[in-house]
T-cell receptor, first 114, second 109 residues
Framework: DGGITQSPKYLFRKEGQNVTLSCEQNLNHDAMYWYRQDPGQGLRLIYYSQIVNDFQKGDIAEGYSVSREKKESFPLTVTSAQKNPTAFYLC?????????????FGPGTRLTVT | GQNIDQPTEMTATEGAIVQINCTYQTSGFNGLFWYQQHAGEAPTFLSYNVLDGLEEKGRFSSFLSRSKGYSYLLLKELQMKDSASYLCAVRDSNYQLIWGAGTKLIIKP
């Protein structure tokens, strides 16, 4: 079955540590996205990538980094510079950015930093 | 700035009909999406509107008026499993999705 996987589902870290969230898709989609979801707020875009070896900052990229070395994979690193990293992180992919193509989401990773 | 407004919470009765409204102000418009999200889970796609009018898909319908910056999601014959948050998202001139905070729908027996 095609889909998007994110691991782990729950992640706990101490303040000051970097942590990498994985995202893998086997849908053969070109575009991939990372969002952050906080209670009472809409999803906010962290980074997106339209093609391998290329990615752009979203609205809240500070304190985060990504790589896109393979079409299937788009890992997100939450660095110690991110001031409020505790959140629900969602990875998504789509065929492209335009047209009637919806974004497909992975199950999410809930990160707690104490 | 860009803004998507939806009611925070709505309550409806099993078997009834409910309409969830979404108003938007964005820099450009390249389509509007509705997603369903159960608590702690990923959003799943429900509908897409790019032209004015009504799109029907089973028990769910979505309406768009671009001149009014307005959309609604209509859910008929409500079932308990429809209890979820419903997210409205607009694709702007940069082809990025701008998301509303979501409407939590509570279904009562």
């Amino acid at each position: 079955d095609g889909g998007i996987t994110q691991s782990p589902k729950y992640l706990f870290r101490k303040e000051g540590q970097n942590v990498t969230l994985s995202c893998e898709q086997n849908l053969n989609h070109d575009a991939m996205y990372w969002y952050r979801q906080d209670p009472g707020q809409g999803l906010r875009l962290i980074y997106y990538s339209q093609i391998v070896n290329d990615f752009q900052k979203g609205d809240i990229a500070e304190g985060y980094s990504v790589s896109r070395e393979k079409k299937e994979s788009f890992p997100l690193t939450v660095t110690s510079a991110q001031k409020n990293p505790t959140a629900f992180y969602l990875c998504a992919s789509s065929i492209g950015q335009g047209g009637p193509y919806e974004q497909y989401f992975g199950p999410g990773t809930r990160l707690t930093v104490t | 700035g860009q803004n998507i407004d939806q009611p925070t919470e709505m309550t409806a009765t099993e078997g009834a009909i409910v309409q969830i409204n979404c108003t938007y102000q964005t820099s450009g418009f390249n389509g509007l999406f509705w997603y369903q999200q159960h608590a702690g889970e990923a959003p799943t796609f429900l509908s897409y509107n790019v032209l004015d009018g009504l799109e029907e898909k089973g028990r769910f319908s979505s309406f768009l008026s671009r001149s009014k910056g307005y959309s609604y999601l209509l859910l008929k014959e409500l079932q308990m499993k429809d209890s979820a948050s419903y997210l409205c998202a607009v694709r702007d001139s940069n082809y990025q999705l701008i998301w509303g905070a979501g409407t939590k729908l509570i279904i009562k027996p």
